[in-house]
């Protein structure tokens, strides 16, 4: 199972992007039961937990972004997608998605490349 990000870009304050999640080498079935999450790093920074889908469509947003990110999966594309809307600079990071994952340490995890996000003020 692979994960890669895509759409990242700059955009003004306010803005919107809209990040896609496309699960590379996997058949249906097996992103059907995936559990899909979108993280953010900055430099410096640990990374963060963002956003989170289940395989059952559940969905949890962190409570910084609350009330401006979704999250979403089109199962049939094997594809998640974040929603980002009203962006700050803030918010400008390094766009990851992974499987989700509850514990700390986040180099147990497989890591592909992830999307930049740089939101301007």
């Known amino acids: 199972v692979q994960l ?3 759409g990242g870009g700059l955009v003004q ?3 919107s992007l809209r990040l896609s999640c496309v699960c590379y080498r996997c058949i ?12 953010r ?14 395989s059952g469509g559940r ?11 979704t999250i979403s999966r089109d ?7 974040l929603q980002m809307n009203g962006l700050k600079p ?5 766009y990851y998605c992974n499987r989700e994952y509850l514990g700390t340490d986040y180099s147990l995890l497989n890591w592909g490349q992830g999307t930049q ?3 301007s003020s």
């Open 4 to 6: 890669q990000a895509s």
């Open 13 to 15: 304050a306010g803005g």
């Open 28 to 39: 249906l079935s097996t992103f059907w039961g995936l559990d899909v999450a979108w993280y």
């Open 41 to 54: 790093q900055t430099p410096g920074k640990q990374r963060e937990l963002v956003a989170s889908i289940s």
């Open 59 to 69: 969905t949890n947003i962190a409570d910084s972004v609350k009330g401006r990110f």
């Open 75 to 81: 199962n049939a594309k094997k594809t998640v997608y």
């Open 90 to 94: 803030e918010d400008t990071a390094v």
């Open 117 to 119: 996000v740089t939101v």
